[in-house]
């Protein structure tokens, strides 16, 4: 099993940055991938961005450029950094680990970023 906190979010005006993160316990050692997701109402879950246990990193088209993840083993953290935010990225976002041979999902319980205008 494991565990994910997230802190960070908050409200933010058109331009601005904010940082998540994550950290994870329990059977950390048998985590592959950390990810960040988002999910406004009545919509699916989307990724926004995940590392892997390696440091390879996949953004979704609609943040490249202007959200960075990164990942610290050693803490077993996850963070986002989200820069030249837009209301459009106003969403609930959930941190995401990948673990074990079958990469079963594990879910934070959900941050609030809201941009606004």
């Known amino acids: 099993q494991v565990q994910l906190v997230e802190s960070g979010g908050g409200l933010v005006q058109a331009g601005g940055s904010l940082r998540l993160s994550c950290a994870a316990s329990?059977?950390?050692?048998?985590?592959?991938?950390m990810g960040w997701y988002r999910q406004a109402p009545g919509n699916e879950r989307e990724l926004v961005a995940s590392?892997?246990?390696?440091?390879?990193?996949k953004y979704s088209d609609s943040v490249k450029g202007r959200f960075t993840i990164s990942r610290d083993n050693a803490k077993n953290t996850a963070t986002l950094q989200m820069n030249s935010l837009k209301p459009e990225d106003t969403d609930v976002y959930y941190c995401?680990?990948?673990?074990?041979?079958?990469?079963?999902?594990?879910w934070g319980q959900g941050t609030q970023v809201t941009v606004s205008s």
């Open positions: 590392i892997n246990s390696g440091g390879s990193t």
């Open positions: 329990g059977s950390i050692r048998s985590i592959n991938v």
């Open positions: 995401n680990a990948k673990a074990g041979l079958l990469y079963k999902d594990y």
